[in-house]
């Protein structure tokens, strides 16, 4: 089983490369921020998602087999993207749709709700929301960092909440 302590490190790592980037956007240097931004702002989503599907009972339901399916369509729908085939912005869009739901089912399924659940939820229906209009280019990328901000107060949450239980494992 990997330990929480590499999921907290792609997610410094991550926040690490998009405050290089900000830093030398701001200050004028010329850099190639967008390869730099747009590899840190998802090491951080997905360190963070991977961190707490691992910990999490989302895990543990019926649901996470068909969240797989989800994924693997959201990879294919990816590479028929960069083929540039018809219909595959509709595929993605469906294959994030469909994450939503079934996160949205297993947080109405949970008989009692802490903030943590709560910040999960947001977060997942916000990056399901916006990451397939910035894909398509709907909005600009800076939208996605309401997402990012999302994940870091809930992985911040998490930690805290573990800290206080002190059965972490990290």
């Known amino acids: 089983m990997v330990k929480n302590g590499y999921y907290l490190g792609i997610i ?10 900000f830093y030398k956007f701001y200050t004028g240097e010329s ?4 390869s730099i931004e747009r590899l840190g702002l998802p090491m951080i989503e997905f360190g963070g998602a991977a961190l707490l599907i ?4 989302f895990k543990k339901t019926r649901n996470f ?35 939503g739901i079934l996160y949205v089912l297993h947080f109405y399924q949970k008989p009692y709700k802490r903030v943590l659940d709560v910040l999960k939820l947001l977060w997942v229906v916000t990056f399901c929301i ?7 280019r709907v909005l600009v990328m800076e939208y996605r960092m309401l997402s990012v ?20 494992k990290s």
Do not use: R
Not at 73 to 87: A, D, E, Q, R, Y
């Open 65 to 99: 087999k068909l969240l797989k399916a989800c994924v693997s369509l959201f990879i294919i729908s990816t590479l028929l993207k960069v083929m540039h085939w018809n219909f595959s912005s509709y595929v993605m869009g469906l294959s994030f749709f469909i994450i």
């Open 31 to 34: 850099i190639s921020i967008l």
């Open 12 to 21: 410094v790592l991550g926040m690490l490369l998009s405050l290089y980037a």
């Open 54 to 57: 691992q910990n999490g009972s």
């Open 149 to 168: 901000a999302l994940m870091l107060v809930t992985v911040a949450i998490f930690y805290l909440e573990n800290l206080k239980q002190k059965s972490f």
């Open 130 to 136: 916006l990451t397939p209009l910035v894909i398509d």
